[in-house]
């Protein structure tokens, strides 16, 4: 995520309805079937039916707790309690003095916290991690992106406002600073400070999946466009040391990225450059060029504009990487996608795109055999490897 504000999208022509299909008549019957209380009467009274009943309420009630679970997830991570637990088991009583709780509420919380599958009591009032609190307890990224949340749930309190555009001037769009419209290249240090810090640290899980995709060992020279402090650059310049480095990001960001890559060691082999990537010229002389987390930033226009900067300053047979979650038909893809879409519309900037949209703007752009390649983890990151 980085570089510029998004213009909103054009509403989508009302299309008249489909004629009433077979699954469209049979949709219809059974939805009336479920919702009347006497159909469901008579399937609880059914073992096959009542299992398949149950399930469905399950789920629906787990929508209606979602909120509760995030809460609980929160509360977790602000308390440090995966960390608390990094090093092995502790007494309800240890926890509690450290996190300045009385103990019964903060057993109340772990009791919480066990049904989510975060923490364990393997013994009286003795606890441990869980799978899920384990992750979180060794990745700093993704407790920062927890913490994150609390700006994107008081965004969400007015979801009807943001979808009627009434909402005014939400905290994500504060937060990702260059989202706000304006001359995001004049943006300064103490702008894009908080973003910045927050896509380093949510970086490496991604890196990891899309490292893990695609073969860069091919490439001699490797841009990352919109390249934030340089954390995927370090990992990839980690993971092949022959590979020569370059960034380009906003002015202010640039900055920050230099001191980083230097600080990793990687001063000799990388090049920053600062300027605004819709339209300043692109450095040329790399045969690789990654575009991580940025189209789904931005609105179609917008994500042209970028694309057609890149096709105008690349050389022909630079190869094009674009890397960020998709909208698709796996469960990964499909809860990124309904995260995502409100984010973005939080933010007031940028979609959840399909691969198919993102192979027609690539294509659109001249951007040439733009082809899928699937990650290890969808719910992160899919890519689309095109060539200039």
């Known amino acids: 995520m980085a570089g510029g504000a998004g213009i909103a999208e054009p509403a989508r022509e009302t299309q008249p309805a489909p004629p009433p299909s077979l699954a469209i008549r049979l949709r219809h019957w059974r939805n009336r079937q479920i919702g009347s209380p006497g159909f469901r009467r008579l399937m609880a009274r059914l073992p096959v039916a009542r299992w398949i009943a149950n399930r469905k309420a399950n789920h629906l009630f787990r929508l209606t707790a979602g909120f509760v679970h995030s809460q609980i997830l929160g509360s977790c991570v602000r308390l440090d309690l995966f960390g608390l637990l990094a090093d092995g ?23 919480q916290a066990e049904r989510l599958a975060l923490v364990r009591e393997m013994a009286p009032d003795f606890w441990m991690l869980d799978d899920a609190g384990a992750v979180i307890a060794g990745d700093a990224g993704l407790a920062a992106m927890i913490r994150h949340h609390d700006i994107f ?40 400070a908080p973003y910045s810090s927050l896509m380093r640290l949510s970086q490496a899980m991604i890196a990891d999946c899309v490292l893990g995709a695609h073969d860069f060992s091919r490439y001699r020279c490797l841009l990352d466009i919109g390249g934030g402090d340089g954390a995927f650059l370090a990992e990839a310049g980690g993971a092949h ?92 893809a499909r809860l990124a996608a309904s995260y995502f879409s409100l984010y973005f519309l939080a933010m ?7 691969t198919g949209d993102i192979m027609a703007l690539l294509t659109e752009a001249g951007f040439q055999a733009p082809r899928i390649v699937q990650t290890a983890n969808p719910l992160l990151a899919t890519l689309i490897v095109a060539r200039r």
């Not at 240890?94 to 009385?102: E, M, P, R």
């Not at 007031?348 to 399909?354: A, H, M, N, P, Y």
Request: charged letters at 25%.
């Open 348 to 354: 007031g900037s940028g979609r959840c795109r399909g």
């Open 153 to 192: 749930y008081r965004d969400l309190g007015d979801l009807d406002g943001l979808l009627r555009g009434t909402a005014g001037d939400t905290e994500l769009a504060r937060f990702w600073a260059y989202a706000r419209g304006g001359d995001a290249a004049g943006l300064d240090t103490a702008a894009v």
């Open 241 to 332: 040391p022959a590979l020569e480095l370059r960034l380009f990001d906003l002015p202010a960001v640039a900055e920050r990225a230099q001191q980083h890559l230097a600080e990793q060691g990687l001063a000799g082999r990388s090049r920053v450059q600062g300027g605004d990537f819709v339209q300043t010229p692109l450095p040329n002389d790399s045969d690789c060029v990654t575009l991580i987390r940025i189209l789904c930033d931005h609105d179609d226009d917008r994500a042209r504009r970028i694309l057609g900067n890149l096709h105008r300053s690349l050389k022909p047979g630079t190869h094009l990487v674009v890397a960020e979650a998709m909208a698709g038909p796996s469960e990964g």
């Open 89 to 111: 088991g502790q007494t309800t009583g240890a926890l509690a003095q450290a996190c300045g709780l009385d103990p019964a509420r903060l057993r109340l919380l772990l009791e």
